[in-house]
C-alpha cells in the first residue's frame, strides 16, 4: 500500500504562486507515476500534470493545456515527494487538488486518466482571488 499526503495549498492572489506537495509513504519503489488532479466546486475532477518513470529512469512530465508554461510538476525521489509549482495563478485554478499514484507500468486509460490512478491523497484546497 502507499499513502499520500499533500500540502501547500492556501489563498492567493491572481497572478501570485504556490507549491503543493505529495509526500508518498510505504511501498513507493512500486510507483511507476504520479499525477495532480484538481475539482472545482460543481465541476468533475480534471487532470493537470503528471511524472513518470521509465524503467531507464527516463522522466516523463505531462500537462493539461490550461496550465502548460504555468504548472511545472517535478519529483525528489530521496524524500518521496512530488511537487506542483504553480505561478501565474488564476481564479479557475481555484480547487481541491489531489496527489494520485500509479503502480502500474502500462496505461489503460491514458496518463491523464483518474482511473489509471490507484492511491489518492486527501487533497488540499487551492483558492486564487481576483
Known amino acids: 500500500q502507499v499513502q499520500l499526503v499533500e500540502s501547500g495549498g492556501g489563498l492567493v492572489q491572481a497572478g501570485g504562486s504556490l507549491r503543493l506537495s505529495c509526500a508518498a509513504s510505504?511501498?513507493?519503489?512500486?510507483?511507476?507515476?504520479m499525477g495532480w488532479f484538481r475539482q472545482a466546486p460543481g465541476k468533475e475532477r480534471e487532470f493537470v500534470a503528471a511524472?513518470?518513470?521509465?524503467?531507464?529512469?527516463?522522466?516523463?512530465?505531462y500537462y493539461a493545456d490550461s496550465v502548460k508554461g504555468r504548472f511545472t510538476i517535478s519529483s525528489d525521489n530521496a524524500k518521496n515527494t512530488v511537487y506542483l509549482q504553480m505561478n501565474s495563478l488564476k481564479p479557475e485554478d481555484t480547487a481541491v487538488y489531489y496527489c494520485?499514484?500509479?503502480?502500474?507500468?502500462?496505461?489503460?486509460?491514458?496518463?491523464?486518466?483518474?482511473?489509471?490512478?490507484?492511491?489518492w491523497g486527501q487533497g488540499t484546497q487551492v483558492t486564487v482571488s481576483s
Open positions: 494520485a499514484g500509479r503502480d502500474k507500468i502500462y496505461y489503460i486509460y491514458g496518463y491523464y486518466d483518474a482511473r489509471d490512478y490507484g492511491y
Open positions: 511524472i513518470s518513470w521509465s524503467v531507464g529512469s527516463t522522466i516523463y512530465t
Open positions: 510505504g511501498r513507493t519503489f512500486s510507483m511507476y507515476a
